[in-house]
């Protein structure tokens, strides 16, 4: 990937979409595809409910899912005409607020840091896509750290002070009982292979679906330390605002319906998932994205039951914001997820 990468110089945490460089997708500007060919529809049947959802980053492979619900019409089915909005964007949630979309694919630290700022805000997490949080941290295999205290004292590369792998680095040295005093953290841009097959640094953060693999493909083998081993945290869902909730829920559980049944198609055959893909993908690499696909499904099912908003992930992921002073703690988190 990268797959997630909020590009800001201050606390923006990932909608793992953003969240980052995911090598596949080589497309530069917002995208909009309402249809299975990419592009937008022209006649779109009057019939159906117009939907749309920004995905905050460029046509990539992760978004599989709601291409194959597209491209099998489930959308359709469902009584709705969706588009795509693809493209970097750096405040997702507030493009939904904006009246831009009618749903966005964020995270849920990046929903609460939103309200945080906002007391205002009023959005809701229908369904969380990504049930793990997708970042690692990675070493060489013949590395002396085996464990997450044996951090201490070493360099930690990470793309800078932003996203979701900066999220993760966050996480994973509390999980170890450290803080960034106890390490060196170098940011290194999204360089994350070179500097760490290169030695400059003595690990990386990046994403388990991703670096691991084409560190790998390079010959270079390595161990990770995955976030959601050591600390459940709310990746990326369907967000939309409380109003559409509340006022169009039909519309809202059509939606989330038929995109978990792409989910479901995309498990059962990563292979078909990549065909119906490619061609919304500009210069991919089918076999590598088969690749990443693959390393991607654990992700979409978790403990097996995809969608879920799971309420300690909800809990640990507030009590952790809160703890690296990243938000002021909130008592009643039911008000951000739904499982209805």
Not at 24 to 46: I, Q
Not at 61 to 73: E, H, T
Request: with cysteine; charged share 15%; proline share 5%.
């Amino acid at each position: 990937m990268t797959i997630y990468r909020r590009l800001s110089v201050t606390w923006s945490f990932v909608s793992l979409a953003l969240v980052c460089v995911m090598f596949l997708a080589a497309c530069g500007g917002p995208v909009s595809t309402s249809n299975s060919s990419g592009n937008s529809s022209t006649t779109a049947d009057k019939s159906l409910t117009d939907v749309s959802i920004g995905l905050g980053y460029n046509p990539d492979i992760q978004f599989a899912p709601f291409y194959v619900a597209q491209s099998k019409g489930y959308y359709k089915d469902a009584g709705l005409n969706v588009t795509f909005h693809h493209g970097i964007v750096t405040d997702l949630i507030g493009t939904m607020i904006a009246g831009k979309n009618t749903f966005v694919f964020a995270s849920g630290d990046e929903l609460l840091a939103a309200y945080d700022k906002n007391k205002s805000l009023q959005a809701i997490d229908t369904s969380t896509i990504f049930q793990k949080y997708p970042v690692s941290l990675i070493v060489p295999k013949d590395a002396r750290i085996q464990q997450l205290s044996d951090l201490k004292g070493h360099t930690i590369g990470v793309p800078g002070p932003f996203g979701a792998t900066y999220t993760g680095l966050l996480a994973l040295l509390q999980a170890g009982h450290l803080t960034t005093n106890d390490v060196k953290v170098q940011s290194i841009g999204f360089n994350q292979i070179s500097a760490l097959m290169s030695h400059k640094v003595d690990a990386v953060v990046g994403y388990s679906n991703n670096e691991p693999l084409q560190l790998e493909r390079n010959g270079f083998h390595v161990r990770t330390f995955d976030v959601s081993d050591y600390m459940p945290l709310v990746s990326n869902g369907i967000i939309t605002t409380k109003d559409t909730y509340t006022n169009q829920k039909q519309v809202v559980n059509a939606f989330v319906r038929a995109t978990l049944k792409g989910v479901k198609d995309v498990v059962a055959d990563p292979q078909g998932a990549v065909n119906i893909s490619k061609p919304l993908i500009p210069g991919v690499n089918p076999d590598v994205a088969l690749q990443v696909l693959k390393a991607t499904i654990p992700i979409y099912q978790g403990k097996g039951n995809p969608g879920y908003n799971d309420p300690t992930a909800w809990t640990s992921t507030e009590k952790f914001l809160a703890s690296q002073k990243v938000i002021a703690p909130i008592t009643d988190l039911s008000q951000f997820y739904t499982n209805n």
